[in-house]
């Protein structure tokens, strides 16, 4: 099993940056696919980003191509999202994910397909 712990979240204006942090622990970090995953009030949770298990692929979701950046350290159990021009719509709560697959090329866009989840942190986008 593998916890996760999401932090970095806040407020800010329209058009600035933010950059969240998903630190894990228990299990070996890199046997695990990642992604982020964000649920605005009243909608499902939608995906955002993913990484494979060395960081070599990535994916976006259309809505965040281009502004937001999925990366991870392994040696230090840390998934990151560096979120540039930020949007009002962009306003949720974002959470990181952690699938074990023995695949070292895959990542994951299906919030089903996900283990392990964390406990959420906000940002808030001000126009």
């Known amino acids: 099993q593998v916890q996760l712990v999401e932090s970095g979240g806040g407020l800010v204006q329209a058009g600035g940056s933010l950059r969240l942090s998903c630190a894990a622990s228990?299990?070996?970090?890199?046997?695990?696919?990642m992604g982020w995953f964000r649920q605005a009030p009243g909608k499902e949770r939608e995906f955002v980003a993913a990484?494979?298990?060395?960081?070599?692929?990535?994916y976006y979701a259309d809505s965040v191509k281009g502004r937001f950046t999925i990366s991870r350290d392994n040696a230090k159990n840390t998934l990151l999202l560096q979120m540039n021009s930020l949007r009002p719509e962009d306003t949720a709560g974002y959470y990181c994910?952690?699938?074990?697959?023995?695949?070292?090329?895959?990542?994951?866009?299906?919030?089903?397909?996900?283990?392990?989840w964390g406990q959420g942190t906000q940002v808030t986008v001000a126009s």
């Open positions: 994910a952690a699938k074990e697959t023995r695949y070292s090329s895959s990542a994951y866009f299906n919030r089903h397909e996900y283990d392990y």
């Open positions: 228990g299990r070996t970090f890199s046997n695990y696919s």
């Open positions: 990484i494979s298990r060395r960081g070599l692929n990535t």
